[in-house]
């Protein structure tokens, strides 16, 4: 017999820890506001979220890490905007945030939702951050793993 687990966007007894770069912070702080509305809306309490902010998207892991280790979450989301410039820098950082994040998750077996935008200018980032409104998806992306998980 064919088994299927598939979580929903609950967010009642959910604890989400947020972390978000201050790099491009008009952009990441849009995507913050979002994610905070759409967590409260699904029912997540005020008290039960901890937000963390960090310089830029290659902090984000570290601060991911110490706030795991710290506090009793059933998700993070990681914000932050990493937009191309005339350097490789933007794939650097873009390619060892995401490498990061990736390498917590697999090790803790707690969702982790990679939530930094890469765009090629900040038209883009600003399109994704407020009409895309990626922080709502990020947010509903969280706590639909957090019930994956607790199905499984």
Known sequence: MVRIYQGKA????????????????????????????ALLKQGVEDEDIIIAFVPGALEIPQAILKMMRHHELDTVIALG????????????????ACRGITI??????????????????????????VDDK???EFALAALEMVDLYKEM
């Open 10 to 37: 609950k967010g009642y007894g959910v604890k989400v820890g947020l972390v978000v770069a201050r790099f491009n912070e008009p952009i990441t702080y849009t995507l913050l506001a979002e994610a905070q509305k």
């Open 81 to 96: 905007a990493v937009i191309k410039g005339e350097t490789a820098h933007f794939e650097h950082v873009a390619r060892e």
């Open 104 to 129: 917590i998750t697999t090790t803790l077996e707690t969702p982790i939702i990679n939530g930094i935008l890469t765009t090629y200018d900040s038209d883009q980032a600003i399109t994704r951050a």
């Open 134 to 136: 990626k922080g709502e």
